[in-house]
């Protein structure tokens, strides 16, 4: 099985920037895609960013297509989300989620192609 746990939320005013931590363990973190993911309350959990078992390639939410980087460093076993330019709509709960193959399949923004998830950090932009 795996364990995810993410880290590095908080409270941020508008413009400002965040970085997230997921460290994970229970199987060999390199051979799997990771990806972020949101939610706030009343709404379904939305698909922020995900990356290859290698960090050769990424996808991101349009919401937050040139704000965000995911990135990797397998021998942490750890993926982040670098936040930029941070606006009130991104306030949410953000999880990190483990894929079941190495590579992102066509569904890699579906919450369905990840098998474990981490408790969720809170993210609060002020405006």
């Known amino acids: 099985q795996v364990q995810l746990v993410e880290s590095g939320g908080g409270l941020v005013q508008a413009g400002g920037s965040l970085r997230l931590s997921c460290a994970a363990s229970?199987?060999?973190?390199?051979?799997?895609?990771m990806g972020w993911f949101r939610q706030t309350p009343g709404k379904e959990r939305e698909f922020v960013a995900a990356?290859?078992?290698?960090?050769?390639?990424?996808r991101y939410a349009e919401a937050v297509k040139g704000r965000f980087t995911i990135s990797r460093d397998n021998a942490k076993n750890t993926v982040y989300l670098r936040m930029n330019g941070l606006k009130p709509e991104d306030t949410a709960v953000y999880y990190c989620?483990?894929?079941?193959?190495?590579?992102?399949?066509?569904?890699?923004?579906?919450?369905?192609?990840?098998?474990?998830w981490g408790q969720g950090t809170q993210v609060t932009v002020s405006s």
């Open positions: 990356i290859n078992w290698s960090g050769t390639s990424t």
């Open positions: 989620a483990a894929g079941t193959t190495a590579n992102l399949g066509r569904n890699y923004y579906t919450s369905a192609e990840y098998a474990y």
């Open positions: 229970g199987r060999t973190f390199s051979t799997y895609a």
